[in-house]
């Protein structure tokens, strides 16, 4: 994984882990941490990840069905935390709120809570187990173009990325 796709300004380690008891997260120590999401579950158990063969530096992608009043399709996000890159053919524009799916049930994806940013966007669950539990959870925004997610495992926070779409192209 090529480091120049990560963030680093906006993303933020907060744990001490050095692996999950279950791989759904990989922690790359080299000369700096890099989280990659290795297992991602749908609201109903069904694994997101690699669908399509979609791939990112080698490492298959999250795949998400994604919803607006004018377009749906499925999104393939990179698995790496703090990595803006996306594979889809959906032109959205920045700030549009979108309704989140498993591409494999159909399922709507769990809500979590708003972020805590003020925007009005929500956190919406993609889960690391398949015990779908919130503890272990890959937490995404329904706003296109705003780039808030965190990491949770264990029911700790262990990184997060925030940012808006109109900030990185600063970066």
Known sequence: MPKE???EKNLT???MHKKMAEVAVDFRCDDDVIIQVTEAYGPKGDSIIG???VDFDGQPGVAVRVRTPEIE?????SPFHGDRRKKGDLDIPVGTVCEL?????GAPLDRIGP???????????????????????VMISNVWGHYHS??????ELISYWA????ELHLV
């Open 163 to 166: 940012t808006h779409e109109e």
């Open 115 to 137: 972020v805590d940013d003020g925007s009005g966007a929500d956190y919406f669950a993609i889960y690391l187990t398949t015990k779908l539990c919130d503890g272990e959870t």
């Open 51 to 53: 669908f399509d063969g």
């Open 73 to 77: 399709g499925i999104v393939h996000l």
């Open 101 to 105: 799916f498993c591409p494999v049930s």
């Open 13 to 15: 380690i907060t744990g």
């Open 150 to 155: 965190r990491i949770v495992d264990d029911f």
């Open 5 to 7: 796709f990560i963030d």
